[in-house]
């Protein structure tokens, strides 16, 4: 019983020369095993040097954990290796380096786009002004008084003048033939006249015809026609002469 | 805390460039693998950001007076990100992990002094966090509209899903799944409405993720969240003087807000609004401004183009055709636009006799990542 206590406590620490020299009275016929007291004074120090040691071994236990942690920094937990922080600063920097390099492709991408937008705006309003300041130009020559324009209109009074010249010609050419028309026509009347009742006549010989044309005759007159530009002066005449024929015979 | 020793240590880091925070960013993703979803696909801007942040953090760290108010600010914009108390110990540790690897000097006495001084910093910020937790960490907003107004210009109506509180001509940012994890300002261009409803003028810049996400690709129906409302452009309570407002571009947006504040609010004053444009096609807005002015009649609203000589609006700069009305010495000056514009304008008008404190000016550049430690906002 005792021995297997003993054997039990070594392990934990009780020194084994200790136990070794204990030394119990051997029991005999009259005093069977040994004495009480002595093996109770015993078995009582050997407890109490056990407790002393286990406590003293807890203790430094602690005191070896505690300046393990101090040596080891303050989190107990292990600290990053520099290696792996090298890895992982490496891995972060290429990341930097892409966003940075899609931001940046987005910065030229937009602003390219906005240079090219801003630019089309710019010439598209151009091109509008122009077009409303030569609208405008264009409504103020038509409304506004003739002496505007400088050249243009020079050019359009040549034309008149022009015409106008055209016209004073076309003008004078036909008084003429008018003129030759009446003449012819009046000789043609009075000759007419004289045959049918010489003595209506004023007097004498009839007044000479035309200053031009002093032969008298009708035919006579077409020859100062023939002159002018104008028209065909013989059916004119013929026409004429018809309806004045028609006239003096109703 | 041997804060000279701690700045000799940080400029080593900070002498790598793009190393440190590179490593930084690695430690704090194999560590904590959850992390890594928090941040956007490219790190770049990330990187730039955080040392620049960092390096601001460490040249306050013995003026704690303009340092905590920063903390604060920064604490309260994280919230939006998903950041949590639980965030901060990973952070820092990878923190003191990244600045031991570029110090071939380092100390156990440096470790110690970084370990104190990252946890002040994570104190103040999570404490700054919390207190502002009764307002939500962002915004659900649904797109009710959207207006193509120019090739790339686009106007969008949104109705966030709860409350949101902020003042005329302050700006926000705001994320589309479109484009997850990259937060961008913008202003309303309307003062708080009853219906929450709120009008953004985005214009897609090139190669500019958010932007033309927003313009050509959100459509009704899409949501995008908001974060809280930031930014300086506002009118002061106890002024009633007249404005002057003057906008190139986008700048309109904040500045149209205001119009709309007094419109709501009061007080009356006599408001007069210069938008610069470089082209007719470019005044998107156009028809809304000369609405306002019908409704309005202490309202002016005068349109300038720069670039389109065929234009019957009034030619020039508009920093130029300010000048050529006016006086304005008894005004107070808004000017909002891209950085040239608003340098260009609130020259002249300190030239012209304006006091510098009555003009008020925000610049509207591309890609604004979010507002800089000193409460600048940029687009």
């Known amino acids: 019983m005792s021995s297997d206590q003993a054997h039990g406590n070594e392990e934990r620490g009780l020194n084994p020369a200790d136990v070794q020299n204990v030394r119990f009275t051997r029991a005999s016929m009259l005093r069977p095993g040994y004495v009480d007291a002595e093996v109770d004074r015993v078995m009582s120090r050997v407890a109490e040097e056990l407790a002393r040691h286990i406590a003293e071994k807890a203790a430094l236990r602690d005191e070896v954990r505690s300046l393990r942690a101090y040596v080891d920094g303050a989190p107990v937990q292990e600290a990053p290796s520099d290696q792996a922080v090298r890895i992982l600063s490496s891995a972060q920097q290429t990341a930097d380096a892409y966003v940075a390099e899609a931001e940046e492709f987005s910065r030229q991408m937009t602003s390219e786009a906005r240079t090219v937008y801003e630019e089309e705006v710019r010439q598209a309003r151009e091109n509008a002004g122009a ?33 106008v010249a055209y016209l004073k010609a076309f003008g004078s050419a036909v008084r003429v033939q008018l003129r030759s028309y009446l003449e ?63 006239r003096s015979s109703s | 805390m041997d804060i000279p020793a701690m700045r000799a240590n940080f400029a080593k880091a900070a002498a790598t460039g793009d190393e ?12 904590h693998p959850e992390t890594r979803a928090m941040f956007p696909v490219s790190m770049a801007h990330q990187r730039d950001r955080l040392f620049s942040a960092l390096g601001d953090v460490v040249a306050r760290v013995d003026d704690l007076d303009a340092l905590v108010p920063i903390l604060q600010q920064l604490g309260r914009d994280h919230r939006k990100f998903g950041t949590l108390a ?31 001084a990252y946890t002040l910093v994570a104190e103040v910020m999570t404490a700054a966090a919390d207190e502002a937790a009764e307002q939500p960490a962002w915004w659900d907003a649904d797109v009710v509209g959207h207006e193509g107004r120019a090739i790339d210009v686009a106007v969008l109506q949104v109705r966030p899903r709860a409350r949101y509180d902020y003042l005329a001509g302050q700006s926000l940012s705001l994320e589309t799944d479109i484009r997850p994890r990259l937060w961008r300002y913008y202003s309303p261009a309307n003062a708080p409405r009853p219906d929450g409803l709120m009008e953004l003028h985005v214009k897609a810049r090139d190669g500019g993720p958010v932007s033309s996400a927003l313009v050509r690709r959100v459509r009704m ?15 002061h309570e106890e002024s009633d003087r007249d404005l002057l407002l003057v906008a190139g571009g986008m ?47 202490w309202l002016t609203v005068t349109l300038a183009v720069s670039e389109d000589k065929v234009s019957s609006l009034e030619q020039g700069d508009v920093g130029d055709v300010v000048m050529r009305h006016g006086p304005w010495l008894s005004r107070e000056v808004y000017i909002a636009g891209p950085g040239p514009m608003v340098d260009d304008t609130v020259g002249r008008l300190r030239e012209h006799g304006v006091p510098s404190q009555r003009i008020h000016s925000e610049v509207f550049a591309p890609s604004r990542p979010g507002p800089s430690v000193d409460g600048e906002v940029t687009e």
């Open chain 2, 86 to 116: 639980a965030h901060y110990p990973a952070v820092g540790g990878s923190l003191l992990a990244t600045l031991e690897h570029f110090d071939d000097q380092w100390s156990p006495e440096l470790a110690k002094d970084w370990t104190d």
């Open chain 2, 251 to 297: 700048g309109l947006a904040p500045l149209k807000a205001l119009v709309d504040q007094v419109a709501r609010r009061g007080p009356a004053r006599r408001v007069d609004l210069f938008v610069g444009a470089r082209n007719e096609d470019h005044h998107y807005d156009r028809a809304d401004l000369r609405r306002l002015e019908q409704e309005n009649p």
């Open chain 2, 221 to 235: 129906g899409d949501v995008v969240r908001l974060g809280p409302p930031v930014g300086h452009i506002t009118l």
């Open chain 1, 184 to 246: 012819a026509l009046i000789t043609d009347v009075e000759s007419e006249w004289g045959k049918a009742d010489p003595g209506a006549l004023p007097q004498g010989p009839p007044r000479p015809p035309a200053q031009r044309s002093g032969r008298g005759t009708g035919p006579g007159g077409a020859t100062a026609f023939s002159d002018n530009t104008v028209s065909p002066a013989p059916s004119a005449e013929e026409d004429v002469s018809v309806a004045a024929g028609a």
């Open chain 2, 20 to 31: 440190a925070p590179l490593y930084f960013y690695s430690h704090l993703f194999l560590s």
């Open chain 1, 131 to 163: 077009i409303i300041q030569a609208a405008q130009e264009a409504a103020a020559k038509m409304t506004g008084p003739a002496p505007a324009g400088a050249d243009t209109p020079g050019r359009s009074v040549e034309e008149l003048e022009e015409q």
